[in-house]
């Protein structure tokens, strides 16, 4: 247990679905990120959120949409994905938002798309 | 762009035998983070290293961070079937923490 859970662990959906990722952090932290896991690619940074406040959008299509309501929650919205949209999709936080903190993972979603 | 590459991508090795990752940046880091992921899991932190020619040592695992603080290495020494994951490196460039690729290690049966 790392204080970071997100939710579903798996999710199926077709091109046209639209669907909702959930992330919530139980470690006080004020900064939370999205990150996209592909096989055999490094982890990029999808979006990046301090005090609730986007900091970062690492040039993600519109199709994901991220919402954070609080420091503690986090969503990432999707509608109308790729099949090259398939991955682990994890979720993370920190106490801060600095490149030298910690990061807290969540077990992430396994997304497929079909 | 500004990279991290981190090789060798895998490394199979006996139950017992030692295991070395490297790691090395296109620029100078102010720190670098190592990451351990589970088959199936989820990366959790190692440790940081911040000075330049940093050791750090955590039971069979030494952490060893470049004069240059342009590369660094994870060395695991005896490994167990424990020890089996894929290791990240991390370090800082341009406001964003950029991952490597990751070691895979691998136990022979």
């Given at each position: 247990?790392?204080?970071?859970t997100?939710?579903?662990r798996h999710?199926?959906m077709?091109?046209t ?22 096989a ?16 970062e959008?690492?040039?993600v299509?519109s ?6 309501p ?9 509608h ?14 920190s106490q ?6 910690k ?12 | ?9 895998y490394q ?5 035998e030692d295991?070395?990752t490297?790691c ?8 670098i983070?190592w ?8 990366p959790?932190f190692?440790?940081?290293?911040v ?11 030494t952490f060893?961070f470049?004069?240059a603080k342009?590369?660094?290495s994870?060395h695991?020494?005896?490994?167990q079937?424990?020890?089996v994951?894929?290791y990240f ?7 964003q923490?950029i991952?490597?690729?990751g070691?895979?290690?691998?136990i022979?049966?």
């Amino acid at each position: 247990e790392t204080g970071v859970t997100q939710t579903p662990r798996h999710l199926v959906m077709g091109m046209t679905n639209k669907k909702s990722l959930k992330c919530e952090q139980h470690l006080g932290h004020n900064a939370m990120y999205w990150y996209k896991q592909s096989a055999k690619k490094p982890l990029e940074l999808m979006f990046v959120y301090n005090f609730k406040e986007q900091t970062e959008n690492n040039s993600v299509p519109s199709r994901f949409s991220p919402e954070c309501p609080n420091s503690s929650h986090l969503f990432l919205h999707l509608h109308t994905l790729q099949p090259e949209d398939s991955a682990l999709y994890l979720c993370a936080s920190s106490q801060d938002e600095g490149n030298d903190e910690k990061l807290f993972f969540g077990s992430g979603t396994q997304l497929s798309v079909l | 762009g500004q990279q991290v590459m981190q090789i060798p991508q895998y490394q199979h090795v006996q139950e017992g035998e030692d295991f070395t990752t490297y790691c090395n940046s296109s620029t100078t880091l102010s720190n670098i983070q190592w990451y351990k992921q589970r088959p199936g899991g989820h990366p959790v932190f190692l440790i940081q290293l911040v000075k330049s020619g940093e050791v750090k040592k955590q039971k069979r695992l030494t952490f060893q961070f470049g004069e240059a603080k342009k590369n660094s290495s994870l060395h695991i020494t005896a490994t167990q079937t424990t020890d089996v994951g894929t290791y990240f490196c991390a370090g800082p460039l341009a406001y964003q923490l950029i991952w490597g690729a990751g070691t895979k290690l691998i136990i022979k049966p």
